[in-house]
């Protein structure tokens, strides 16, 4: 069944569509959620608040936005939360394989398992690096799939500042995992005063 009828089914109180309506989605929840938090710990915590939210506020979900792009907003919160909650920093683990849909950021890593781990790892490194604001753009972005718009609803920011978000946070994240390419890299200034001489 599509979204639409297992979320009209789960407001008239059909527990088997709620069931079925969180399930399709939790996958999903739990990989942005890791990817934002950086750890399995504060993920599962974020992912697990974020569902509660989700059937509580699911009565008053009215569809004037996409019920993924509600469901997005709701376990980016729920993970911004957890990290303030916990008062730290989040911290590398071990991720998991994301199995529904594969997502760009999964698409680009390789094949074989040791391979693919170790990837994944380096990328949780890299976004831990990042700031709490460009780490979840870009993760909203090449983890969950939303565009521009979608993330500036689910953020509650206008899309030109997603843009820029995600630039810098994908700049940043290329610098992090390829320190020796960003030092020979010309500062913005060195490199316009070279293209005017």
């Known amino acids: 069944m599509d979204d639409s009828t297992l979320i009209t089914a789960a407001q008239r109180g059909d527990r088997q569509a709620l069931d079925q309506l969180l399930r399709k989605h939790q996958s999903r929840i739990h990989a942005v959620c890791r990817r934002i938090a950086g750890n399995d710990a504060d993920a599962l915590d974020a992912a697990q608040e974020a569902l509660i939210a989700i059937v509580k506020g699911l009565p008053r979900f009215d569809g004037r936005s996409k019920f993924s792009t509600w469901v997005y907003r709701i376990a980016t919160n729920a993970c911004i939360d957890e990290l303030r909650r916990r008062r730290r920093q989040p911290t590398p683990g071990l991720p998991e394989y994301e199995q529904a849909n594969p997502v760009p950021m999964a698409a680009s890593t390789p094949r074989d398992p040791a391979e693919t781990v170790t990837a994944r790892i380096d990328i949780d490194r890299g976004l831990e690096q990042l700031p709490q604001e460009f780490r979840t753009a870009v993760v909203l972005r090449d983890v969950a799939g939303l565009n521009y718009n979608e993330i500036a609803e689910v953020l509650d920011i206008a899309p030109g500042t997603v843009r820029s ?18 030092r020979n890299r010309p500062e913005p200034e060195n490199r316009h005063k070279q293209t005017s001489r």
Do not use: E
């Open 165 to 182: 978000r995600i630039a810098r946070g994908r700049r940043q994240l290329v610098d992090v995992m390829n320190p020796g390419n960003s």
